[in-house]
T-cell receptor
């Protein structure tokens, strides 16, 4: 499984962009990079995933470094509802996703 | 319509009891999972079933026994509950692993053993 490293916590102001980093230096060439978030008292929620090129969806953008050893989840305009724990993880395609301790994002009004 | 539903949402029970948690998904997915989230918020995979076949069985005490009667259901039975079993248990489903569409999680079952 790809080992991931994320900051424990980050703060942002409402309506400002947020860049959440993740290091995954042990990821293999075929592992997808996934991001999930967990709002208080809820189950994890899929955010986005990608392999090599940058990805966009209605929730966020995912910027993957050229060497694939790191990625950044971008929330273009943070809202109070984006306050959550954000997890990045690698998918080997053979076993289940494993989750680290994630980054707790606080959004200030 | 809830995509992945777990019952019960809360479960308080005494040590030594046997309890079950049920999970159902209406997404047509072929793979289901049980995860345990402890007090430090780490999510750990316990089991995974693909089309009713057990494919992942992590180092979990054999007091925990998953059962999948069909690919839309995955239940978790726990015998002789211990204090350390207190945690939030999440069920999840996916189509062919996470690679294509990711996982869909249920809202969790908070188990408290007293």
């Amino acid at each position: 499984d790809a080992k991931t490293t994320q900051p424990n916590s980050m703060e942002s102001n409402e309506e400002e962009p947020v860049h959440l980093p993740c290091n995954h230096s042990t990821i293999s060439g075929t592992d997808y990079i996934h991001w999930y978030r967990q709002l208080p008292s809820q189950g994890p929620e899929y955010v986005i995933h990608g392999l090599t090129s940058n990805v966009n969806n209605r929730m966020a953008s995912l910027a993957i470094a050229e060497d694939r050893k790191s990625s950044t989840l971008i929330l273009h305009r943070a809202t109070l509802r984006d306050a959550a724990v954000y997890y990045c993880t690698g998918d080997t395609g053979r076993r289940a996703l494993t989750f680290g301790s994630g980054t707790r994002l606080q959004v200030q009004p | 319509d809830t995509a992945v539903s777990q019952t019960p949402k809360y479960l308080v029970t005494q040590m030594g009891n046997d309890k079950s948690i049920k999970c159902e998904q209406n997404l047509g997915h072929d793979t289901m999972y049980w995860y345990k989230q402890d007090s430090k918020k780490f999510l750990k995979i316990m089991f995974s079933y693909n089309n009713k076949e057990l494919i992942i069985n992590e180092t979990v005490p054999n007091r925990f026994s998953p059962k999948s009667p069909d690919k839309a259901h995955l239940n978790l039975h726990i015998n002789s509950l211990e204090l350390g079993d207190s945690a939030v248990y999440f069920c999840a489903s996916s189509q062919g692993g996470a690679r294509n569409y990711g996982y869909t999680f249920g809202s969790g079952t908070r188990l408290t053993v007293v």
